[in-house]
């Protein structure tokens, strides 16, 4: 089997981070080089490297992770807005081969991103 990436670390719980949010079905913890005054990450249990990934059957399932990062914007006091970013592939700065959603608010977000 190949060697776990920093998240599938964080979910067998072998390395620490600030978790706000858990279920059976995913986790929210805080960024550990936040781009804002929130940044959170949102990841699903299940092994999807990338959005590239996603199958049909995972529907459920993304619309779960949608509704956990509404609720935990809600809960970070986020009312003013924020944003959802998902980087997909090496073009897409994605640097750890599991699916994330990046929540990030707290400050005034400039567009375009870089
Ligand atoms: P991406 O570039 O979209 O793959 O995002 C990966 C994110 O994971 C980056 O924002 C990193 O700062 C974050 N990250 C890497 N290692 C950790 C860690 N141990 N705990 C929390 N966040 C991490």
């Given at each position: 089997m190949s060697e776990k990436n920093v998240f599938q670390k964080i979910m067998a719980g072998e390395i620490p981070a600030d978790i706000v949010y858990e279920d059976e079905e995913c986790l929210a913890f805080r960024d550990i080089?936040?781009?804002?005054p929130t940044h959170i990450l949102i990841i699903p249990?299940?092994?999807?490297?990338?959005?590239?990934?996603?199958?049909?059957?995972d529907g459920p399932l993304i619309a779960h992770l949608w509704k956990v990062i509404r609720e935990v914007a809600e809960q970070s006091g986020l009312g003013e807005g924020y944003r959802v970013v998902v980087n997909c592939g090496r073009d897409g700065g994605q640097e750890v081969d599991h699916l994330h959603y990046h929540l990030l608010g707290g400050r005034s977000l400039q567009w375009p991103p870089g």
């Open positions: 080089a936040p781009q804002a249990r299940k092994a999807i490297r990338s959005v590239a990934e996603l199958e049909d059957e």
